[in-house]
T-cell receptor, first 109, second 112 residues
Framework: RKEVEQDPGPFNVPEGATVAFNCTYS??????FFWYRQDCRKEPKLLMS???SGNEDGRFTAQLNRASQYISLLIRDSKLSDSATYLC??????????FGKGTTLSVSS | EAGVAQSPRYKIIEKRQSVAFWCNPI?????LYWYQQILGQGPKLLIQ????????DSQLPKDRFSAERLKGVDSTLKIQPAKLEDSAVYLC??????????FGPGTRLTVL
């Protein structure tokens, strides 16, 4: 079983749609969780951290369920500029980031 | 603030040749990482440095890959000899805290 698993998509949605991405992780000792965004042929950039209490930043909401070892990202009112690959990322104590394969989102007008 | 710098941006070599990549992290960032990102995959850690010491190189194919971070600032990653399956983007990242890593633009390697 892979350490971090994501549905690769692609998710093709119209502008204004709400879209949700899911991610599961295998190691219960995982301590920190993030969503990174990677545009085509660009480097990954931190989108937001994920907490059990939930984390909202504008149109983006991230949630962590430690019991189910499940992370989610919700994007409301999708914009064309949201088109990118969204990488689920996990850190265990003392380790570097462990990335999922990414979920590709394509928002069309 | 200047970001993470990497060079070259693109490199094409034939299999069995050698290649080296260079990374200059953000000033003051003690931790430096090299990742390999194969097309369609997420980045995979190759090696992590804390200052000039190696923290984690468990996924570095040591028979052909080597990396160093002399003086705890710049770093080089070398592949010798290259194989077809080494074709990927090599990303360097640096961080001051574990929470956020800042990535460079990457070096896109094609092995023919």
């Amino acid at each position: 079983r892979k350490e971090v698993e994501q549905d690769p998509g692609p998710f093709n949605v119209p502008e204004g749609a709400t879209v949700a991405f899911n991610c599961t992780y295998s190691n219960s000792a995982s301590q920190s969780f993030f969503w990174y965004r990677q545009d085509c042929r660009k480097e990954p950039k931190l989108l937001m951290s994920v907490y059990s209490s939930g984390n909202e930043d504008g149109r983006f909401t991230a949630q962590l369920n430690r019991a189910s070892q499940y992370i989610s990202l919700l994007i409301r009112d999708s914009k064309l500029s949201d088109s990118a690959t969204y990488l689920c990322v996990v850190i265990m104590a003392g380790t570097a980031l462990i990335f999922g394969k990414g979920t590709t989102l394509s928002v069309s007008s | 603030e200047a970001g993470v710098a990497q060079s070259p941006r693109y490199k094409i070599i034939e299999k069995r040749q050698s290649v080296a990549f260079w990374c200059n992290p953000i000033s003051g960032h003690a931790t430096l990482y090299w990742y390999q990102q194969i097309l369609g995959q997420g980045p995979k850690l190759l090696i992590q440095f804390q200052n000039n010491g190696v923290v984690d190189d468990s996924q570095l194919p040591k028979d052909r890959f080597s990396a160093e971070r002399l003086k705890g600032v710049d770093s080089t990653l070398k592949i010798q000899p290259a194989k077809l399956e080494d074709s990927a983007v090599y990303l360097c990242a640096s961080s001051a805290t574990p929470v956020e890593q800042f990535f460079g633009p990457g070096t896109r390697l094609t092995v023919l």
